[in-house]
């Protein structure tokens, strides 16, 4: 990933957190990675349930909707990125779900974020 996507995401990502945080959730960890197979975006709690959260952000609609940027196969790496989460961590017994945050915020003009609650 360039500096420049780098950037674009770590945006989107500081959009979601204070979305988040507005929310009344906690965020647990940013960018969670398992021996390079891939990426976490965002891991926080909401009340008691630990929730994982793919972002996507897009300033323009050149490659369609930041939603369907959400794969099968995304969403299948998502899953064993979290499993190895719980596993590495120890974590047992907590109820546990997948949001994503989908944000377009063309240039000059406010974030649109949406929010999708047990996505997958």
């Known amino acids: 990933m360039n500096s ?5 995401g770590r945006e989107g990502e500081d959009l979601a957190c204070n979305f988040l ?7 647990v960890q940013r960018n969670y990675h398992y ?3 891939g990426e976490i975006d965002i891991i926080a709690l909401d ?3 630990l929730v994982f959260l793919e972002v996507k952000y897009r300033k323009n609609l050149e490659y369609g909707e930041p ?3 959400i794969t099968r196969s995304k969403i ?6 979290a499993e190895a989460y719980l596993y590495e961590n120890n974590i047992e017994g907590v109820d546990c779900r997948f949001d994503v ?3 377009l915020e063309p240039e000059g003009g406010e974030p ?6 047990n996505a997958f």
């Open 21 to 27: 945080y507005e929310k009344g959730f906690q965020i």
């Open 47 to 49: 009340g008691c349930t």
């Open 101 to 103: 945050i989908a944000i």
């Open 4 to 8: 420049s996507s780098t950037n674009k």
């Open 76 to 81: 299948n790496q998502i899953k064993k990125l």
């Open 35 to 37: 021996h390079n197979r």
């Open 67 to 69: 939603e369907e940027g």
């Open 112 to 117: 649109d974020i949406r929010y999708y609650s």
